[in-house]
């Protein structure tokens, strides 16, 4: 029954209806925003989800089907990021988590700290920040890769369709990522012999 409204919604949008494209594009909403987090940093994101709404509204009409609408959003924010980074032309890793707890998604506030002992805050700050440090030594596409499956949940079919590329260069990324990810880790003095990730 889902799908079938997914589809009607697709249908519509495709026919010009705003309100089943802002349904359609809401829907997909956070996970574009976290493309284009991991590609060009908080600062830029919304800006970069600005432009992939334009496109997609204008690309609609032409949009096929095969693949997902969360999909075919996640491309499109990815290469509207890209695009945004090569009119920027200096490209800096974008810091992929914050500890402020004003972004979107931050589940740290939800969290009683008077349940957590001292030493196990300081232990979780270090751990996030070797995390970040290590995903900002990988290069775009293996941090994005990375982050659209662990962060995002999207599936294998989904990242390729989100990043233009085949499956299997999908699961290279991943591969080769987890690997560079678990050495610059071990490096930093983080044990990941748990096998969380």
């Known amino acids: 029954m889902v799908e079938k409204v997914s589809n009607e919604l697709v249908e519509h949008a495709r026919g010009g209806d705003m309100d089943a494209f802002l349904q359609l594009f809401e829907e997909a909403r956070p996970v574009v925003y976290s493309v284009a987090c991991r590609l060009v940093g908080l600062d830029e994101?919304?800006?970069?989800?600005?432009?992939?709404?334009?496109?997609?509204?204008?690309?609609?009409?032409?949009?096929?089907?095969?693949?997902?609408?969360?999909?075919?959003?996640?491309?499109?924010?990815?290469?509207?990021?890209?695009?945004?980074?090569?009119?920027?032309?200096?490209?800096?890793?974008?810091?992929?988590?914050?500890?402020?707890?004003?972004?979107?998604?931050?589940?740290?506030?939800?969290?009683?700290p008077a349940q957590r002992l001292p030493r196990d805050l300081v232990a979780d700050r270090e751990l996030q920040e070797g995390i970040d440090t290590a995903l900002n030594r990988l290069t775009p596409e293996y941090r994005s890769t990375l982050m659209l499956r662990f962060a995002d949940g999207l599936s294998y079919s989904e990242i390729a369709a989100a990043t233009g590329v085949s499956i299997g260069t999908v699961m290279s990324r991943l591969f080769n990522g987890r690997r560079k990810m678990m050495k610059a880790l071990n490096e930093a003095g983080i044990n990941t012999a748990g096998g969380w990730l």
Not at 55 to 65: D, H, I, R, V, Y
Request: aromatic share 8%; hydrophobic share 35%; net charge negative.
């Open 45 to 112: 994101a919304e800006d970069v989800v600005m432009e992939t709404y334009l496109k997609a509204w204008k690309s609609m009409p032409g949009f096929s089907g095969r693949s997902s609408t969360r999909a075919w959003l996640c491309r499109i924010a990815h290469n509207c990021a890209v695009d945004w980074l090569r009119r920027r032309r200096t490209v800096e890793p974008p810091a992929v988590y914050r500890d402020d707890g004003d972004e979107p998604g931050d589940m740290s506030s939800m969290a009683d």
